[in-house]
T-cell receptor, first 112, second 112 residues
Framework: KNEVEQSPQNLTAQEGEFITINCSYS?????LHWLQQHPGGGIVSLFM???GKKKHGRLIATINIQEKHSSLHITASHPRDSAVYIC??????????????FGTGTRLTIIP | DSGVTQTPKHLITATGQRVTLRCSPR?????VYWYQQSLDQGLQFLIQ???????AKGNILERFSAQQFPDLHSELNLSSLELGDSALYFC???????????FGEGSRLTVL
């Protein structure tokens, strides 16, 4: 089982819909990142969370440490939101150093 | 523009060769991270440097090595290249440890 699981793997929605992408993890973490990767390949960091909720424009990220779960929400979705969204968790490895583990990503397509 | 510069953007080379990828972090960022993204394995954390010292190690092969110089730029050296090393290699920087990640545009390596 992967340490970081994302769902859904693919999501297609109409413009304007409310989008939710989920991330579950199985290890203790110090922080969780949400990343956005556009078709050209560039990666943008959207949020870094260690507790609670953060909002930036139409994007909202929440994390529940007890349930080991995070969600990324997009309100009033737009075709320019089409991208791959990646969840990554920061944790301590078996060797005592810190590591970042990535989910496999959610490919979001917003249809005009 | 994230402020992180990676060179070269594209590189084509042959099996058995050695290449060096370079990363200049955002001004003032002390942490530099290297990641590999291949089609079959997604994003994988390779290694992190903080202010010139190795801070964390991920799935980095023995054929790969990295360093961070006094001016904080970093180089990732890949040697005895194999076909499976073909991937996008991303560098990211952050001010703190942990901190918000800022990604470069990546170096696309093709090994023929």
């Amino acid at each position: 089982k992967n340490e970081v699981e994302q769902s859904p793997q693919n999501l297609t929605a109409q413009e304007g819909e409310f989008i939710t992408i989920n991330c579950s993890y199985s290890v203790g973490i110090s922080a969780l990142h949400w990343l956005q990767q556009h078709p050209g390949g560039g990666i943008v960091s959207l949020f870094m969370l260690s507790s609670g909720k953060k909002k930036h424009g139409r994007l909202i990220a929440t994390i529940n440490i007890q349930e080991k779960h995070s969600s990324l929400h997009i309100t009033a979705s737009h075709p320019r939101d089409s991208a791959v969204y990646i969840c990554a968790v920061r944790s301590v490895s078996n060797f005592g150093n810190e590591k970042l583990t990535f989910g496999t990503g959610t490919r979001l397509t917003i249809i005009p | 523009d994230s402020g992180v510069t990676q060179t070269p953007k594209h590189l084509i080379t042959a099996t058995g060769q050695r290449v060096t990828l370079r990363c200049s972090p955002r001004s003032g960022d002390l942490s530099v991270y290297w990641y590999q993204q291949s089609l079959d394995q997604g994003l994988q954390f390779l290694i992190q440097y903080y202010n010139g010292e190795e801070r964390a190690k991920g799935n980095i092969l023995e054929r790969f090595s990295a360093q961070q110089f006094p001016d904080l730029h970093s180089e990732l050296n890949l040697s005895s290249l194999e076909l499976g090393d073909s991937a996008l290699y991303f560098c990211a920087s952050s001010a703190g440890n942990p901190g918000e990640l800022f990604f470069g545009e990546g170096s696309r390596l093709t090994v023929l």
